[in-house]
């Protein structure tokens, strides 16, 4: 199975084939998938070197001028280095494009804390209009930046990962996937943490939503998904628990929960990477396990918030 960067640069490769009006813009990492399409597209696939703020004021100024610019590089040097540029050279400017990042919150941790990202959501959060896709699988990747690329001229930003599920899923951009049902609350997992919930959660009696764009957030399936559990159970009175597993910073969309259920009694419980930095650099599922968002600590940590 290829991995969610690489399916990214085929597939943008072959838009580059077929929409003039889309450019790439990289900043070193990543260029090697980009050869052949930058023989094909000189003008249209361009590598600013390392100088992250240049890639984002770039992209920014081909907006400007009518072009869908795709952007590139590892999340700490896409959104929180040049968070200046992305504010004003799209968001005041009134354009967009599509930001697409790697390595995450701890996708290459030998790289150090320079190359872990997990506030790039909640920073974007800051922002007007932005929406995030999270997908889970290299297959759920091409659906959602095809579908990015296609969004007229909003703003989208893909975060891709190295962490990833084991199967893809019948996603639709936008939309909370019911992937099981259940009476004890709701339980949803955001992107390459679909699985590790699945494990956690066997045998309890939960909801699981899959969620892959978290921004706009889909209250309505959320909602429905609460109200069913609720009224599949005697004596709740209407009231709902609701488990966010996400995988960046904890309690991201919290609010977004919140909010979708701002009319009926609820719990809401934000599971994911605390601010506070782990300084031991392992690997991915180290990384999981020291943020207690391995299967058996998710499941003690579930199952000890439900009612």
């Known amino acids: 199975m290829d991995t969610m960067r690489e399916r990214f640069a085929s597939v943008v490769s072959r838009l580059l084939d077929d929409d003039p009006r889309l450019a790439v813009v990289l900043a070193e990492i990543g260029k090697d998938g980009f050869t052949d399409a930058a023989r094909a597209h000189p003008d249209r696939v361009i590598n600013v070197g390392i100088r992250e703020q ?7 100024g081909l907006a400007l001028t009518g072009m869908r610019p795709i952007l590139h590089t590892f999340a700490s040097f896409l959104v929180e280095r040049p968070f200046e540029q992305v504010k004003l050279d799209f968001g005041h400017q009134g354009v967009g494009g599509v930001l697409v990042s790697a390595a995450g919150s701890y996708d290459w941790p030998a790289g150090g804390y320079t190359h872990m990202a997990p506030g790039d959501v909640a920073l974007l959060d800051t922002l007007d209009g932005w929406a995030v896709h999270v997908p889970g699988h290299p297959d759920e990747a091409e ?16 975060r891709l990962s190295a962490h ?3 199967a893809p899923r019948d996603i639709a951009p936008s939309r909370l996937l019911t992937v099981r049902e259940g009476r004890g609350g709701v339980v949803i997992a955001v992107g390459p943490m679909l699985d590790g919930v699945l494990a956690a959660v066997e045998g309890l009696d939960v909801t699981v939503l899959y969620a892959t764009t978290v921004r706009p957030f889909d209250g309505r399936t959320l909602r429905a998904a609460a109200g069913a559990g609720a009224a599949a159970r005697a004596g709740a009175a209407g009231a709902v628990d609701v488990v966010l597993v996400e995988p960046y910073l904890a309690g991201t969309s919290t609010a977004a929960a919140n909010d979708a259920l701002a009319d009926r009694p609820h719990r809401v419980l934000g599971l994911g990477i605390p601010r506070r930095e782990l300084r031991r650099y392992g690997t991915i599922d180290e990384h999981l396990a020291g943020r207690g968002l391995d299967p058996a600590s998710l499941r003690e940590r579930i199952s000890g918030f439900l009612r």
Request: aromatic share 4%.
């Open 54 to 60: 240049l890639l984002v004021g770039v992209g920014g």
């Open 143 to 158: 659906t959602l930046l095809r579908d990015a690329v296609a969004a007229g001229d909003d703003s989208v930003y893909v």
């Open 164 to 166: 990833t599920n084991s």
